[in-house]
């Protein structure tokens, strides 16, 4: 198994819509660990950091996020490693 971390930016309606709750709970219930945080221009970032199949499965979930979310744009990048406790709401 391949453990990576990676850093995603998601745009669109994903303020105010509990987006990082969601967001935190797949990325626990998919084991990983990491945090989703809100940004001043809108955007929700989330690093996530776990077993790469894992991390591509929730990538697959941020393209849409929850039902009261829209999400317009999602980027990401590959990140070195950090040992992070749990996923956190930031």
């Known amino acids: 198994m391949s453990h990576i971390c990676v850093r995603a930016t998601v745009s669109g ?3 105010g ?3 990082r709750f969601h967001t935190a709970h797949e990325g626990l219930r998919l084991s ?10 809108g955007t929700v970032t989330v690093l996530m ?10 990538l697959g979930w941020l393209k ?9 744009k999602l ?14 709401i930031q």
């Open 17 to 19: 819509v509990g987006f």
């Open 64 to 72: 849409n996020g929850p039902p009261t979310a829209s999400v317009t």
């Open 75 to 88: 980027v990401h990048h590959q990140e070195d490693w950090k040992a992070i406790d749990g996923f956190s």
């Open 32 to 41: 990983l660990t990491g945090f989703a945080k809100n940004e001043e221009n």
């Open 49 to 58: 950091c776990g077993d790469e199949k894992n991390v591509d499965a929730l």
């Open 13 to 15: 309606q994903v303020q």
